[in-house]
């Protein structure tokens, strides 16, 4: 659920920007990327993936994407390795998911880290 309110987030940051209609790129990544799909809508992104996540192996193949991207930004709980460099040319936004009163795991100091904290009211 957590996941989904998020993506649902990143359409509204797109409008908000002025700049509906993009196009958006969605991995949707565990121990191996599983589906890569070309959107308009964050929200309509059908994930797949059972856990054991290495960011790592999505991170490479967005360096192998052209062009390459200029915004990327992972949704995770930060349970995962995270490669030494960023993906070259792109901004980078490390999205962290939980709850209020999670202890949350380092992310890379190249990233830009904003915790997405679930309400429960």
Do not use: M
Not at 32 to 59: F, P, S
Not at 77 to 91: E, F, I, K, N
Not at 104 to 121: D, E, I, K
């Amino acid at each position: 659920g957590l996941l989904g309110r998020a993506l649902g987030e990143v359409d509204g940051v797109i409008t908000a920007l002025g700049i509906p209609g993009a196009n958006l790129t969605v991995y949707s990544v565990d121990a191996a990327v599983h589906t890569t799909q070309n959107l308009r809508n964050a929200k309509d992104a059908k994930l797949v993936g059972a856990g054991g996540t290495d960011l790592r192996i999505g991170l490479r193949a967005i360096e192998g994407q052209r062009p390459r991207p200029d915004v990327v930004i992972i949704f995770t709980d930060g349970d995962t390795p995270w490669p030494v460099t960023a993906p070259p040319g792109a901004v980078t936004v490390i999205a962290l998911l939980g709850r209020k009163g999670d202890t949350f795991l380092p992310t890379p100091a190249w990233a830009v880290t904003v915790h997405c904290l679930l309400s429960l009211g």
